[in-house]
């Protein structure tokens, strides 16, 4: 076969399987469609197939049909990134900036610091740390990956709960938004290269310049060409960050945090984000399972990500409750707003694929990460679902 027929093939794989699964398997409940399509593409990797099935797996996944896939995946994850970023709500954030900022550091600082600690025990063994960091790096990098909160998969678990548009959504979303602003932070913070400091900083200042021009042009044009304008900024940004050295990831960031919402009609907005989620955004999540190595034992890489989700699990609710204190909120309030933030599918795997590829992990931790989101993720849904029958109440109440 030649590889336009294997691309094809491995894309048919791609859309077929982890459909079926969600579809006959009823998982929504515990596992909406995006994370059964992390999971599939885990499970399509060379950790699970292509252990089982060696030949097959090399057939249809040869170096030809893995590039391919690899650049669909790039302006997937891009394109994600670049709604996740015009989507933040700072001003709204702002007006309530007491309890957000409270709210947003403890949830992030405490699973950070946890986080932190696994990082320091993980690091001593070899096998864990990435060929090209530094031990600041990898405690780093490990440490927020603990403590990422998923905005996007966040808006679609509370629209499944049907709580986006109450109070408590509202409120959760100013949080993660904070949450994401740190995050990429962070990360560019860990990508520095001291190196080449200067090409960076000179990235951020023509960054700054030209923004400017662009905000003056995007006000002045048609809603339907803003859109089309919006994406050349993507691509440049994009392309400005991963010359710099900060990866193309926070370019994309930069380019939509940049972009005011209210340029767009919220209903295309959702569109958008929903279409590239169902047409593009799996090929990313095949291509990650892709990286998934068991090189140190499946037992050890288990052992690791069960180490990280306590870590983030406990370290998540115990910043929330620490500021329902400092708050005063309600009984179960912070229990609540806890586990919701627990959702780290997607803005976490892209993080660690980050990681990955400037060689701060290496792929068993980067394994183990996947694991650990997943999971998280995957326990949000059954663990908040019960809570907001008990605290309807609450729910309901103005903020």
Known sequence: MNTSELFLIAMGIIFTVPYLIWRFARTDYFAPLVVVQIVTGILLGPGVLGALFPTYYAFVFAPPVTQALNGVAWWAVMSFVWIAGIELDLKTTWAHRRESAITAGLALGMPLAFGCLAALGIGRYAGWMGPTALPWQFTLGIGMSCAVTALPILILLMEKLKILREPIGQRMLRYASLDDVAIWGVLALILMDWNRVGRQLGFLLVFA???????????????????????????????????????????????????????????????????????IMPVFFLSTGLRTNWALGGGSVFIVAAILLV????????????????????PGEASLVGWLLQTKALIMIIFANV??????????????????????????????????????????KSN
Do not use: C, N
Not at 313 to 329: N, Q
Not at 363 to 385: E, G, I, Y
């Open 355 to 396: 990681l990955l590829d400037k060689g701060i992990i290496t792929p068993d931790t980067f394994t183990a990460l996947l694991l650990m989101a997943v999971a998280s993720t995957m326990l949000t849904v059954p663990v908040v679902a019960p809570m907001l029958k008990r605290l309807h109440a609450m729910i309901a």
């Open 209 to 279: 310049i030209v923004g400017t021009g662009f905000r003056y042009l995007m006000v002045r044009i048609p809603e339907r060409d803003r859109w089309y304008v919006g994406l050349i900024w993507l691509a440049l940004v994009a392309f400005g960050a991963d010359w710099s050295g900060l990866h193309f990831m926070v370019g994309a960031f930069l380019a939509g945090a940049l972009m005011d919402r209210e340029w767009f009609d919220q209903e295309d907005m959702d569109s958008l984000r929903h279409h590239v989620l169902l047409l």
């Open 311 to 330: 870590a983030a699990v406990a370290g998540k609710l115990a910043g929330t409750h620490i500021a329902g204190r400092i708050l005063r909120w309600g």
